[in-house]
Each structure stands twice: as C-alpha cells, then as structure tokens.
C-alpha cells in the first residue's frame, strides 16, 4: 500500500487508485468509499466462512427470522445485508459496514467480539459493544434493530484441527 496525500489534504492507497478518490467522485462508484454526510453505503456483500463452520449466529427477529449465519475461522464482519437484514458480510466490505466482529481462534478455540467499524453500534447482551468482550453460547447481538443469538459448534474441547481429516480413497 502506498498511501499519499493529495493537494486537498485527502489520504488514498496510490496503488489502487491513480488519483485521489474523494476528490475524483467517479473513482468512488466501484470502490465503497463514504464520504462524510454522504449517504448511506452500498450494499456490502455477504460472505461464506473461512474454513469449516465454527458456530452460526440465528437471526431471532424481523424479516430474515430463522434465518442462520454461518461463522469461520478468525475474523466474522457482521452488518446488515441489500435488505437491511443482519449478515456476515465479505472481508472487502467497506468498513462504514462493519458493525461488530465475531473472531473465533482455532489455536485455543476461543470466541470473542469486537466492536466494528460502522459508526452504527453493536449491541451484545444489551450493552454497546465498544470492547473485546468475550462470547458464550446464548448471547445476543442486536444489529440493525434485529437480535441474533450465538450457538458455538467449535469450542476450547472440539476443534476442527483436533479431527484429522478423512483418508480420500
């Protein structure tokens, strides 16, 4: 990444863009960039997880209810997808997306969450997510005025790195 300055004072990545996209607007169509007061972001795209399925949150309200979210291994960028619905959204989302993180750490089989990127809280267990805060099984997010509830499958116990994976005959 090379990050440069412009002469409007803007900070860019010159490797990605050959000049500053807040101030050429036509660069921002593709890119997912934000500007201050400017509406609200694209829609970010949803991801499957990385690796095998470490837990799922399920969506306990609203439109998508019933609906489950599959969680991997390492960082879960949780938002709201096209239709407003709460999503594990793409690692190239725009950061204006993210709401909260869900991280599961295969070395230890721990879960935790972080407060996201979004200037849209959070919530976990009623409280705004602004902290590390770790994750046990049944807790709650709210996001997008939908509650979503957290079912482990990966634990400190059962790891997928402690299975070894079937012969291929």
């Known amino acids: 990444m090379k990050l440069t300055k412009c002469e409007s004072g803007h900070f860019y990545d010159a490797d990605k863009y050959p000049e500053c996209p807040y101030c050429n607007t036509e660069l921002?169509?593709?890119?997912?960039?934000?500007r201050p007061g400017?509406?609200?972001?694209?829609?970010?795209?949803?991801?499957?997880?990385?690796?095998?399925v470490t837990g799922w949150l399920v969506v306990m309200d609203g439109p998508a209810r019933g609906r489950d979210l599959r969680l991997g291994e390492g960082r879960n960028f949780l938002g709201l997808d096209g239709q407003g619905c709460p999503a594990v959204l793409?690692?190239?989302?725009?950061?204006?997306a993210r709401q909260g993180i869900v991280v599961f750490d295969p070395a230890d089989g721990s879960?935790?969450?972080?407060?996201?990127?979004?200037?849209e809280l959070c919530a976990l267990n009623g409280r705004s997510l602004l902290e590390k805060m770790p994750?046990?099984?049944g807790d709650?997010?709210?996001?997008?005025?939908?509650?979503?509830?957290?079912v482990p499958f990966c634990t400190p116990d059962r790891r997928w790195q402690d299975r070894p994976a079937p012969e291929r005959k």
Not at 28 to 34: C, D, K, L, M
Not at 111 to 119: D, I, Y
Not at 140 to 150: E, H, P, Q, S, Y
């Open 28 to 34: 921002q169509h593709h890119a997912g960039i934000v």
């Open 38 to 52: 400017g509406g609200t972001p694209a829609a970010a795209k949803t991801a499957e997880p990385y690796g095998p």
């Open 90 to 96: 793409d690692s190239a989302s725009s950061l204006a």
């Open 111 to 119: 879960w935790c969450a972080l407060p996201g990127s979004s200037h």
């Open 135 to 137: 994750l046990a099984a």
């Open 140 to 150: 709650t997010f709210t996001l997008g005025g939908a509650a979503v509830r957290f």
